[in-house]
């Protein structure tokens, strides 16, 4: 496969995975913010309010990636995982074939569908990361003019006015994160250059400058707004390949392609380093967070003193175990325990249900022999629900 046309498709499919992920992130708890139930979701788990820092690193890690990313790839994700940009090429290619040019009103109709279609999907996904997807699907099936049905249409309207009119226009002059990438991105980070040292070969065709969606001419190196989506580098190579001669403009580290390969060490030696350490960092300590993750705490209080009491029966302790259920659904929790001594026999319910958001205390009596030794004793006591489970190490005293 040529260069030009592996670039073709390795841009078309990190296109499309970045597509798809928008629309499957909240779909399966990756990430999600549900505004109206107070709940968050980081990589499928429910998160309780004093477990929120783990969203917060979230965040973070996302934060830490994008300073990355531009760092060192300059505008990258615009040209090759925005999915406004991805939008905005798809209708602009199928404006310009050639069934179209020729069939104005069929061009008008398609654009407009597509464009409508777009939009909805797209202001459904943003949504589904704030509001429960379910419940705006059903708002907008039922067209049931409550507030997330208001805050779909203004979303959609705006995100059609985008697609449908303002494209690329709104990325050269208007898109905050555009910018924030724009001063990020320094003399050494990745850009699309210009090879001066072969000027003569040029054949002023302008195919780069015609293919560019961003209205650049790639020869000029003045390129702020470029997004490195690498369009000119493939139509060059197209022209060139005629010739027999590679094409003019490149991916380089720095303006100056005889220095991409130093810049790119210096790049990965410097700042860009730091960055990538934190993003490891953080993503391990996201990983580690949300796989130790159970959504509910349990403690043991005892009743009576913490000494256990002889009685007829022989020696009696006696528990209140508090659990607290920090999700929004019922659990149904098993109670088990381990480790228990020859003689102890213990009292306590096998399986319970607390509803969701809520706590319960469940009695917990312990009863030992009366010639049992004297000291501490101890086991395990163990909650489990779904593969979960938590334990607790439980200790009473014979006096
Ligand atoms: S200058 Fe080239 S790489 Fe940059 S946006 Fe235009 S076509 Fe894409
Ligand atoms: S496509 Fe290549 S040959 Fe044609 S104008 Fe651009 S740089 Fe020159």
């Not at 992920?21 to 499928?44: Q, S, T, W």
């Not at 061009?107 to 464009?115: D, E, N, R, S, T």
């Not at 250059?193 to 015609?210: K, Q, Y």
């Not at 130093?262 to 960055?275: D, E, H, P």
């Amino acid at each position: 496969m040529k260069q030009g046309s592996s670039l073709i498709v390795w841009r078309s499919i990190t296109q499309l995975l970045l597509m798809a992920a928008f629309f499957l992130v909240p779909l399966f708890d990756i990430l999600r913010l549900d505004v109206i139930n107070k709940e968050f979701y980081v990589l499928g788990k429910e998160l309780s309010l004093s477990q929120v820092y783990l969203f917060l690193v979230f965040i973070l890690f996302i934060l830490v990636f994008i300073l990355a990313i531009s760092k060192l790839l300059g505008r990258v994700f615009c040209g090759w995982l925005c999915p406004h940009n991805t939008a905005s090429e798809f209708l602009n290619r199928l404006e310009s074939k050639r069934f179209f040019r020729k069939r104005p009103v069929i061009k008008g109709i398609v654009i407009f569908a597509l464009a409508f279609t777009i939009s909805a999907a797209a202001a459904f996904g943003l949504l589904s990361y704030f509001i429960t997807p379910s419940l705006i699907f059903y708002s907008i099936l039922e067209l049931d003019m409550n507030l997330t049905f208001a805050i779909f249409f203004v979303i959609f309207a705006l995100l059609f006015m985008l697609v449908y009119k303002i494209r690329h226009q709104f990325c050269q002059n208007a898109c905050p994160y555009g910018m924030a990438q724009s001063i990020l991105a320094d003399n050494k980070t990745l850009r699309v250059a210009f090879v001066e040292d072969r000027r003569e070969d040029c054949l002023d065709c302008e195919a780069c400058t015609r293919i560019c969606h961003m209205n650049l001419d790639p020869r000029t190196n003045q390129l702020d707004t470029c997004v490195n989506c690498g369009d000119c580098v493939l139509a060059c190579q197209l022209v060139l390949s005629k010739v027999k001669k590679p094409s003019l403009l490149t991916y380089s580290f720095g303006q100056n392609t005889n220095e991409s390969k130093a810049n790119r060490r210096k790049l990965l030696a410097g700042q860009s380093s730091f960055l990538l350490l934190l993003l490891m960092i953080l993503g391990g300590f996201l990983v580690y967070g949300a796989s130790v993750y159970v959504p509910y705490e349990i403690s043991v209080k005892p009743i009576g003193g913490k000494i256990a009491s002889l009685t007829e029966q022989g020696y009696i302790q006696a528990y209140y175990v508090e659990v607290e259920n920090h999700s929004s659904k019922q659990l149904n929790l098993r109670m088990y325990a381990s480790e228990v001594e020859e003689g102890v026999a213990l009292r306590y319910p096998d399986t319970f249900q607390i509803p969701k958001n809520g706590k319960i205390d469940v009695g917990l009596t312990i009863q030992a022999p009366e010639l049992i030794s004297k000291g501490l004793h101890s086991f395990y006591l163990h909650l489990q629900t779904g593969d979960s489970v938590q334990s607790k190490r439980i200790n009473f005293t014979i006096p």
